[in-house]
């Protein structure tokens, strides 16, 4: 005896959210994306979620490092104007630190994301 059909209803709406919330410029994991749902009514678990995102044909890949944000010009500008002012004011013992709790890496940690297929998502 077969199952029940399928609430063709219910799954355009679950898949049509989930590509709106894939299409933002942001990365998910899906319970993220679980999380996100919630709000909309529609409480699903993170493994059910994976599975709407098969239907979507998502994936769980990479994401890619973007450049295309630059500094400020202005900001950079007004904090070389503070600095000097600092370095003129303690010119008698130039001893200015700057302390960072996060380390040094060459590079960013690597992350993923559930992405559209022949997407791309970008972390800046």
């Known amino acids: 005896m077969p199952g029940p059909e399928p609430d063709h209803a219910r799954r355009e709406q679950v ?3 989930l590509a709106e919330l894939l299409g933002q410029d942001r990365i998910w994991t899906s ?3 679980a999380e996100a749902l919630r709000p909309d009514g529609v409480t699903i678990g993170h493994r059910l979620v994976r599975r709407y995102l098969g239907l979507l044909k998502a994936g769980y890949r990479r994401t890619a490092q973007a450049v295309g944000h630059q500094q400020d ?3 950079v500008e007004r904090a070389e104007r503070v600095l000097d002012g600092l370095k003129k004011a303690d010119a008698g013992r130039p001893r200015l630190f700057y302390l960072d ?3 040094f890496s060459p590079s960013r940690p690597t992350g993923y994301s559930w992405q559209l297929p022949k997407q791309r998502k970008r972390v800046k």
Do not use: F, I, M, V
Request: hydrophobic share 10%; net charge positive; aromatic share 0%.
């Open 31 to 33: 319970r993220q994306l």
């Open 101 to 103: 709790e996060c380390g």
């Open 73 to 75: 010009p202005k900001k």
């Open 15 to 17: 898949t049509g959210r």
